[in-house]
């Protein structure tokens, strides 16, 4: 597998390449969105809305360019985006209980209704350009990096799919995500501090060691079972205790 191009020149110190960069030119409205959505998230990291708020806040921003760059420059991913491969429609949760247990259908179909979830809950984005396209299809998928992962959807867990996602993507509102975990954890919960940690350094570890999940048409894998895909991916599942279940 070829791998991605580095944001960091060879040769460069870290000190040195930022030191160089410019400052970031955001418009007002970004800022007021990015800071809102903070804030939000400080005070309750189930607000999914705060989620999409710090998202759609740093659309411009110069990290998330980097990242960008870095996502066109994989071979896994670059392909992906340019094709804007997204999905046909809203999933048949009805439709996908019927496959057999352990497929990817009938595990996401369960998760969705076990939690009273709903396939199509997310903020909607108009795709004019790959940053648009990149919002959209992460918010679509994000369920099924769910049930890839074993991280479940409570604070713990969706902050450790966080550090999967700066793992593989190097977004920047991911790890805005991961440091509000911890911020929040320190501040208002610390004996939960450690459990919040460990969720981050697995989760970076699974993204790291995985192939990208970003790559993958999952909506025409439906028939195919968990565990085979998680072998083929490279994705060792966490425990319950990463989750905060422990």
Known sequence: MEPCNSVLPVGDSP?????????????????????????????????TDSVFDI??????????????????????????????????????LDALRKLPEGTLGRTYADNLIHHGFDPDYFRKVEVIDDDSYLILRIRETHDLWHVMTGFLPNRIGEIGLKAVEVAQLRRPMAAIICCGGVMRYMLRDPDGLEIVIEAISKGY???LGAKKLLAQKWEE???????????????QPVTREASGLG
């Not at 809102?36 to 998230?41: C, L, P, R, T």
């Not at 870095?70 to 429609?89: D, F, H, Q, T, W």
């Not at 894998?221 to 994705?235: H, I």
Request: hydrophobic residues 35%; proline residues 7%; charged residues 35%.
């Open 15 to 47: 000190v040195h390449f930022f030191s160089e960069r410019p400052l970031p030119s955001l418009k007002i409205h970004d800022v007021i969105t990015e800071m809102k959505g903070v804030f939000g998230m400080l005070r309750n990291p189930e607000h």
């Open 55 to 92: 998202e759609d806040g740093l659309r411009h921003s110069e990290a998330t360019k980097l990242s960008m760059d870095y996502i066109l420059s994989c071979p896994e991913m670059g392909p992906m985006v340019r094709e804007r491969y997204l999905r046909a429609k809203v999933p048949d």
């Open 205 to 207: 570890q699974l993204g």
């Open 221 to 235: 894998r439906w028939e195919e079972r968990v565990d085979d895909l998680r072998e083929e991916l490279g994705v």
